[in-house]
C-alpha cells in the first residue's frame, strides 16, 4: 500500500533562518506530488505540484522554492524565513487527474 | 475569481439536524470532485468522491451540476462527531500536467 511521509510534525525558526521540510511517498510510482500551506483558520493554498523529476509549478510567487530530486521525493525550501510564512505545510500526492489526493500528516511551521 | 469557492460557514446545527454545503468551481474542464473532511489541526482526509450520477454514503449525499459548475454535500441526521471543516476538492488539467485544488472549507458545528 501507499503512505506518504513528512517531516517534522513541528518546526520553530526564526525569522531569517532557511527552511527545508521533506516529504516522501512510498509504494508507488511516478505520483503527482504537492506541497500546500494552510493559516490558522483558513482553507488549503496550493503553493506547488509536480508531475516528475524536476518538474515543478509554483501557483503564487512567494518566498518559498520547491524540488523534486527524486520519483517519490518532494522538497519545500527557503533561504530566508518571513514571519508570514508561518502556517501549516501539507504535502500530498495523487496517481492521476481523477483519482484523489492523499496526505501526509503535515508541518506546523512557527517562524519567530 | 477562485478557481473552488465555498460557502464561508460557520454552520451551527442542532444533532439530526440535516446540512448543505456548496461549492462552485471556474474551470469547466475540471475532471474530477471530491469532498474532504479536516478535523481542527489534522491533514485533509477524502469523505467521498462525487460522480457526475450523484452518490450516496450512508448520511451523505454529494451532487455534481457540471452546467453550473456546482458541487453540493448533504449530510443528514448530523452526529456530534461530523464536526470538521469541508473541503470542496477539483482535479483540473493544466499547462503543467494536473493539479488538485481545494476550495477554503466550511466549519460545522454540531452541537448537543
Known amino acids: 500500500s501507499q503512505t506518504i511521509h513528512q517531516w517534522p510534525a513541528t518546526l520553530v525558526q526564526p525569522v531569517g533562518s532557511p527552511l527545508s521540510l521533506e516529504c516522501t511517498v512510498e509504494?508507488?510510482?511516478?505520483?503527482?506530488l504537492y506541497w500546500y500551506r494552510q493559516a490558522a483558520g483558513r482553507g488549503l493554498q496550493l503553493l506547488f505540484y509536480?508531475?516528475?523529476?524536476?518538474?515543478i509549478s509554483s501557483e503564487v510567487p512567494q518566498n518559498l522554492s520547491a524540488s523534486r530530486p527524486q520519483d517519490r521525493q518532494f522538497i519545500l525550501s527557503s533561504k530566508k524565513l518571513l514571519l508570514s510564512d508561518s502556517g501549516f505545510y501539507l504535502c500530498?500526492?495523487?496517481?492521476?487527474?481523477?483519482?484523489?489526493?492523499?496526505f501526509g500528516q503535515g508541518t506546523r511551521l512557527t517562524v519567530v | 475569481r477562485k478557481e473552488v469557492e465555498q460557502d464561508p460557514g460557520p454552520f451551527n446545527v442542532p444533532e439530526g439536524a440535516t446540512v448543505a454545503f456548496n461549492c462552485t468551481y471556474s474551470?469547466?474542464?475540471?475532471?474530477?470532485f471530491f469532498w474532504y473532511r479536516q478535523d481542527c489541526r489534522k491533514e485533509p482526509k477524502l469523505l467521498m468522491s462525487v460522480y457526475s450520477s450523484g452518490n450516496e454514503d450512508g448520511r451523505f449525499t454529494a451532487q455534481l451540476n457540471r452546467a453550473s459548475q456546482y458541487i453540493s454535500l448533504l449530510i443528514r441526521d448530523s452526529k456530534l462527531s461530523d464536526s470538521a471543516t469541508y473541503l470542496c476538492?477539483?482535479?483540473?488539467?493544466?499547462?503543467?500536467?494536473?493539479?488538485?485544488?481545494f476550495g477554503a472549507g466550511t466549519r460545522l458545528f454540531v452541537k448537543a
Open positions: 509536480s508531475v516528475g523529476i524536476g518538474q
Open positions: 509504494g508507488t510510482s511516478n505520483p503527482n
Open positions: 476538492v477539483v482535479n483540473m488539467e493544466d499547462t503543467g500536467g494536473f493539479k488538485t485544488i
Open positions: 474551470n469547466s474542464a475540471s475532471q474530477s
Open positions: 500530498a500526492w495523487s496517481g492521476y487527474i481523477r483519482a484523489e489526493a492523499f
